[in-house]
């Protein structure tokens, strides 16, 4: 099945600084890479997601981008804010498609120091 | 107000005590799932349902019940709850599957079993 490895497990920034997260997954069917925050004591919200027949997406501060071949990908959050503290969350599909078992990460921890 | 409402938000219970965690959607979509999230280990699916009548197994189903009578509801069963089944519950509601259209988050069960 699909494993999803997250790291690193907390980061720490100085506001202004960018922040990157990286997420491998074994499944090479896999074609679907949402990115969750969670914010302290919140739900799980969708903040960015990107599919296997792109590169790269981005979202005013935020980007993903997917490297199918190494089999990861990676969230990048620039110009940092105090708001951006929470967790984040990679996950992938299991055996492509639409539907199914989403795995996820364990979460990153990012502090963002004012 | 498009939501995922989940209840009871906190539940402290006994061991071997049926419970049911109620999870409801108003955003008339196919796809619910379940998922619980416990320290270092992120969030990890233990059901989902494509569309009513269709459930199937996630990453870690022991121990847990689920059914999918009506579209708006899918509620999750412990009939024997165990004190490893500590942990913070969260349903997910997404139009489609969850590789399609974006997953959304009820607002947690914090559940306890002594």
């Known amino acids: 099945g699909e494993n999803v490895e997250q790291h690193p497990s907390t980061l720490s920034v100085q506001e202004g600084d960018s922040a990157v997260i990286k997420c491998t997954y074994s499944?090479?069917?896999?074609?679907?890479f949402p990115w969750y925050k969670q914010e302290l004591g919140k739900r799980p919200q969708l903040i960015i997601d990107?599919?296997?027949?792109?590169g790269e997406k981005k979202d005013q501060r935020i980007a993903v981008t997917l490297n199918k071949t190494a089999k990861h990908f990676s969230l990048h959050i620039t110009e940092t804010q105090p708001e951006d503290s929470a967790v984040y969350f990679c996950?992938?599909?299991?055996?492509?498609?639409?539907?199914?078992?989403?795995?996820f990460g364990k979460g990153t921890k990012l502090s963002v120091k004012p | 107000e498009a939501q995922v409402t989940q209840n009871p938000r906190y539940l402290i219970t006994v061991t071997g005590k049926k419970l049911t965690v109620t999870c409801s959607q108003n955003?008339?979509?196919?796809?619910m799932s379940w998922y619980r999230q416990d320290p270092g280990l992120g969030l990890r699916q233990i059901y989902y349902?494509?569309?009513?009548?269709?459930?199937d197994k996630g990453d870690v189903p022991e121990g847990y019940k689920v059914s999918r009578k009506e579209k708006r509801n899918f509620p999750l069963i412990l009939e024997s709850p165990s004190p490893n089944q500590t942990s913070l519950y969260f349903c997910?509601?997404?139009?489609?599957?969850?590789?399609?259209?974006?997953?959304?988050f009820g607002q947690g069960t914090r559940l306890t079993v002594v």
């Open positions: 997910a509601s997404s139009l489609y599957g969850v590789g399609v259209t974006e997953a959304f």
């Open positions: 955003m008339n979509h196919e796809y």
């Open positions: 990107i599919r296997s027949n792109v």
């Open positions: 349902s494509m569309n009513v009548e269709v459930t």
């Open positions: 499944d090479s069917a896999s074609n679907y």
């Open positions: 996950a992938a599909i299991e055996g492509g498609g639409s539907q199914g078992n989403l795995i």
